[in-house]
């Protein structure tokens, strides 16, 4: 089983819609979790750290489900511009290395 | 403006030809890492390292190097060992356990 696993997708969806992803990861130990999004052929940038209680930003809200190891964002009320490659990330304990998922695209349609 | 910058943002290699990568971040952050990205592809871990003057390989250091000679300079050197050297190199710096901060990448390319 792979550390990280991403639905690679692509997840597409029209203006408006609710959309959501999820990630799994296979160490029960995992601490720190991450979502990044990733335009095409730019650099990967942080969209949402996923913290135990769950977190919301606007349209968007993380999740944690640590008795099922996986992560999860929903996008509420989808825009054009929410249309790219969402990467999710997992620090193992002890260590400051992320393991990263392959990323799910998501593209949003008028 | 803090940050982290990468040149050149594309760079054309010749057969047997050493190509370095130049990475500097001021976020004074203590941690850099270098990854390679190709096309429908996750990101891989190539070197990281934790202070000056030390580093670590990742998963597929082979054919590349790097020195930490500075806290705010990582550069990677792709080595004519490299085989298959084209892919979008990424280079990213954090501070502790937090998330990662990246660069704007460089696209290497073969001649």
């Known amino acids: 089983r792979k550390e990280v696993e991403q639905d690679p997708g692509p997840f597409n969806v029209p203006e408006g819609a609710t959309v959501a992803f999820n990630c799994t990861y296979s160490n029960s130990a995992s601490q720190s979790f991450f979502w990044y999004r990733q335009d095409c052929r730019k650099e990967p940038k942080l969209l949402m750290s996923v913290y135990s209680s769950g977190n919301e930003d606007g349209r968007f809200t993380a999740q944690l489900n640590r008795a099922s190891q996986y992560i999860s964002l929903l996008i509420r009320d989808s825009k054009l511009s929410d249309s790219a490659t969402y990467l999710c990330?997992?620090?193992?304990?002890?260590?400051?290395?992320?393991?990263f998922g392959r990323g799910t695209s998501l593209i949003v349609h008028p | 403006d803090g940050g982290i910058t990468q040149s050149p943002k594309y760079l054309f290699r010749k057969e047997g030809q050493n190509v370095t990568l130049s990475c500097e971040q001021n976020?004074?952050?203590?941690?850099m890492y270098w990854y390679r990205q190709d096309p429908g592809q996750g990101l891989r871990l190539i070197y990281y390292?934790?202070?000056?003057?030390?580093?670590q390989k990742g998963d597929i250091a082979e054919g590349y190097s790097v020195s930490r000679e500075k806290k705010e300079s990582f550069p990677l050197t792709v080595t004519s060992a490299q085989k298959n050297p084209t892919a979008f190199y990424l280079c990213a710096s954090s501070k502790g356990l937090g998330s990662q901060y990246f660069g704007p990448g460089t696209r290497l390319l073969v001649l």
């Open positions: 976020l004074n952050h203590d941690a």
């Open positions: 990330a997992v620090n193992n304990p002890g260590s400051y290395i992320p393991t």
């Open positions: 390292s934790q202070i000056v003057n030390d580093f």
